[in-house]
């Protein structure tokens, strides 16, 4: 029996068995509501409007302390003898990581197909609000941290859920803490296994393999589909080997780096079509508030955007936190204020390079999506790379191979720590956990179990709601340590921490 045979039967046997449970939990995951002649996804309205309430609690704190959050990652107020593993660059680098990628580039393209340029309006504003969220969630997660023995950390919804509500409220707040933390375990260590590792690796070979040639070219054998899957799988356990602290290393360079190429390729697109950009930013205003827009006018665009967004930068998930957690720092609020920059890098600049690119460079395939025909979002995204950059879609799958293998990284920790809160510390266990997790990526090149992904994502989003709900319970708590975090900075720019004496006497002020 060959390989292609073997992988085909394993996928209609995933498939059969998981598809009702997928279609099952996807219709009240997912479940949307007719508004205005398109339907809301109940889900994405959870997350705007926590986005919305915190922007309020917080008063602006996105805008407001934006500056102070990158004086934060520049190191300004790094804690050299603190508890943790990386710093604050590197938790950010290492948080983004798990958010950009296809979604960026794929993703946004089929946002601007269906929603029309307008989603690309909705999109920022969504990633403006997600910003607040991400801020809170990301506090508490550094708050509510554990500091093993060895030095190392985990922190997440599965730690600060049963700590801080039974700080909050005491026994019965901790015992439905505990239950909320072992169902976000579930939930992230479910999506790290399939969402976070087998799609990514799936996703990425497909366009390694329609860049080389296609399925009769050099990578479109199984065997290029095994060898690819091994390298893959090789370089992420040798990576997850050396925990948050390699982790971090990795992706701290990997992210500005590949970041860095894509927004240059964006710019280089925009800046010889410049005559054009005025207009193409008046068709994404007019597009936001049109009520002929694409997608059931401007519900339809604001619906699409905000849902892209909300895929996008993952706030509110309670992913994040279990990264940031792991931060050198003394004042929760910090990493907090850092966090809020994550949406910014992710929907905020990268989403919106990727739009304005097409919709200046307006290529054909995505005329042709917009008429109704299914083309793929990194088809429609290289084409408009393709219209200045012949030779770009080469560079763009370098690109999204490396945000896969970052975005595989990242989630191999997530899912690590989800693991060893539900099965324990011990190395037998992280062994089990990392032979797991290597053994997928292989597979993710030979199998395309799309319904085990489909579950994955209702899973995922499953997480919003035990995560928030947390997160408003425990809003107080984040205005503490804000107002303390800020106390601590007044006293560093009045001088107050210049020597070490001054160290003490600034932390006891806190």
């Known amino acids: 029996m060959s390989l292609e045979s073997i992988?085909?039967?394993?996928?209609?046997?995933?498939?059969?068995?998981?598809?009702p449970i997928a279609?099952?939990?996807?219709?009240?995951?997912f479940y949307a509501v007719p508004v205005g002649g398109t339907d809301l996804p109940l889900i994405v309205a959870w997350l705007v409007v926590a986005g919305l309430v915190f922007t309020g609690w917080f008063g602006l704190v996105q805008l407001r302390k934006f500056r102070l959050a990158v004086d934060v990652v520049r190191?300004?107020?790094?804690?050299?003898?603190?508890?943790?593993?990386?710093?604050?660059f590197q938790a950010l680098t290492a948080a983004v990581s798990g958010t950009v990628g296809l979604g960026n580039i794929a993703g946004v393209a089929v946002a601007v197909s269906i929603g029309?340029?307008?989603?690309?309006?909705?999109?920022?504003l969504c990633g403006l609000l997600?910003?607040?969220?991400?801020?809170?969630?990301?506090?508490?997660?550094?708050?509510?941290?554990?500091v093993h023995a060895d030095g190392t950390v985990s922190g997440g919804p599965m730690h600060y859920l049963p700590k801080g509500l039974g700080e909050r409220f005491g026994k019965n707040g901790r015992t439905f803490g505990k239950v909320l933390a072992v169902l976000a375990s579930i939930m992230i260590l479910f999506f790290g296994l399939f969402g976070g590792n087998l799609f990514q690796v799936n996703q990425s070979y497909a366009q390694l393999v329609s860049v080389t040639g296609g399925e009769d070219g050099a990578m479109g054998s199984s065997a290029g589909a095994l060898f690819f899957g091994i390298l893959v799988a090789a370089l992420v356990g040798i990576v997850l080997l050396g925990g948050i602290r390699s982790i971090a290393s990795v992706t701290s360079?990997?992210?500005p780096a590949m970041a860095g190429i894509y927004?240059?390729?964006?710019?280089?697109?925009?800046?010889?079509?410049?005559?054009?950009?005025?207009?193409?930013?008046?068709?994404?205003?007019?597009?936001?508030?049109?009520?002929?827009?694409?997608?059931g006018g401007v519900l339809g665009a604001l619906i699409i955007g905000f849902q892209r967004a909300a895929f996008?930068?993952?706030?509110?998930?309670?992913?994040?936190?279990?990264?940031?957690?792991?931060?050198?720092?003394?004042?929760?609020?910090?990493?907090?204020?850092?966090?809020?920059?994550?949406?910014?890098?992710?929907t905020v600049v990268i989403c919106t390079m990727t739009a304005l690119t097409i919709v200046i460079a307006n290529p054909a395939s995505w005329g042709e999506a917009r008429d109704g025909e299914s083309i793929g979002g990194v088809t429609i995204t290289s084409d408009a790379f393709e219209t200045v950059l012949p030779w770009f879609p080469y560079v763009l799958t370098v690109a999204v191979l490396l945000f896969a293998i970052s975005t595989v990284l990242t989630w191999g920790y997530y899912g690590l720590k989800a693991w060893t809160y539900l099965f324990g510390r011990s190395r037998t266990s992280e062994t089990v956990f990392k032979s797991l997790y290597t053994l997928l990526a292989v597979s993710g090149s030979l199998l395309t179990l799309q319904t085990l992904i489909d579950l994955a994502d209702a899973v995922l989003f499953s997480l919003a709601v035990v995560n928030i709900i947390g997160l408003y319970l425990l809003a107080p708590v984040v205005k503490r340590e804000l107002d303390a975090f800020l106390a601590y900075v007044r006293t560093r720019k009045a001088g107050g921490a210049e020597e070490g004496t001054n160290d003490e006497r600034s932390e006891a002020t806190v």
């Open 130 to 146: 997600g910003m607040a969220t991400k801020f809170v969630e990301v506090t508490l997660g550094v708050k509510y941290r554990e």
């Open 116 to 124: 029309g340029a307008g989603a690309t309006f909705w999109m920022i």
């Open 312 to 346: 996008s930068n993952e706030a509110g998930l309670g992913s994040a936190p279990i990264a940031h957690s792991a931060v050198k720092t003394k004042h929760p609020a910090s990493e907090g204020l850092v966090a809020l920059l994550e949406p910014f890098i992710d």
């Open 7 to 19: 992988t085909e039967n394993v996928d209609e046997a995933v498939s059969g068995f998981f598809e």
């Open 253 to 255: 360079r990997l992210i």
């Open 75 to 88: 190191g300004k107020y790094d804690d050299k003898d603190s508890a943790g593993e990386v710093n604050h």
């Open 263 to 295: 927004i240059a390729a964006c710019l280089v697109v925009i800046l010889v079509n410049v005559t054009a950009v005025p207009g193409a930013i008046g068709t994404i205003i007019e597009g936001a508030f049109n009520p002929e827009g694409v997608a």
């Open 23 to 29: 279609e099952w939990l996807g219709e009240i995951v």
